[in-house]
C-alpha cells in the first residue's frame, strides 16, 4: 500500500521560510498528482497546493499563491512544498496527499495521506 512520510516542519518566526518533503514509496508515485493540505487547529483540513503528475501544472490556495511553491523530484518519489514569507495563520498541520480522482483542490479528491508535519510560525 501506498506510504507517505512528511518532513521538514518546525518553529519559525514569522517572514521565516521552511522547506516541506514528502517521501512516497508502496506505489507508482510518478502517474498520480499530488496535494498539499494543512489543519489548524479547531479548523477542518484545507487545501494548499497541488502539482500534476509530470509536474507541468501547479495549483495554489489563495492564502499562499505567491510565497508558497510546490516542485516534485519525480526520480526521487517526493514531493516538496517550498514556504516562504510565512505568516502566523500559516500554522497548522502539514500533509502531503495522493490524488485519486480528477478533483485538484478538494480534499474528496485524494485517498491517501500522509502522517502531518507540524509548522508553527510565531509573531
Known amino acids: 500500500q501506498v506510504q507517505l512520510v512528511e518532513s521538514g516542519g518546525g518553529l519559525v518566526q514569522a517572514g521565516g521560510s521552511l522547506r516541506l518533503s514528502c517521501a512516497a514509496s508502496?506505489?507508482?508515485?510518478?502517474?498520480?498528482?499530488m496535494g498539499w493540505f494543512r489543519q489548524a487547529p479547531g479548523k477542518e483540513r484545507e487545501f494548499v497546493a497541488a502539482?500534476?503528475?509530470?509536474?507541468?501544472?501547479?495549483y495554489y490556495a489563495d492564502a499562499v499563491k505567491g510565497r508558497f511553491t510546490i516542485s516534485r523530484d519525480n526520480a526521487k518519489n517526493t514531493v516538496y512544498l517550498q514556504m516562504n514569507s510565512l505568516k502566523p495563520e500559516d500554522t497548522a498541520v502539514y500533509y502531503c496527499a495522493v490524488q485519486t480522482s480528477v478533483v485538484m483542490t478538494q480534499e474528496r479528491g485524494y485517498n491517501y495521506w500522509g502522517q502531518g508535519t507540524q509548522v508553527t510560525v510565531s509573531s
Open positions: 508502496g506505489g507508482t508515485f510518478s502517474n498520480n498528482a
Open positions: 502539482i500534476s503528475r509530470s509536474g507541468g501544472s501547479t
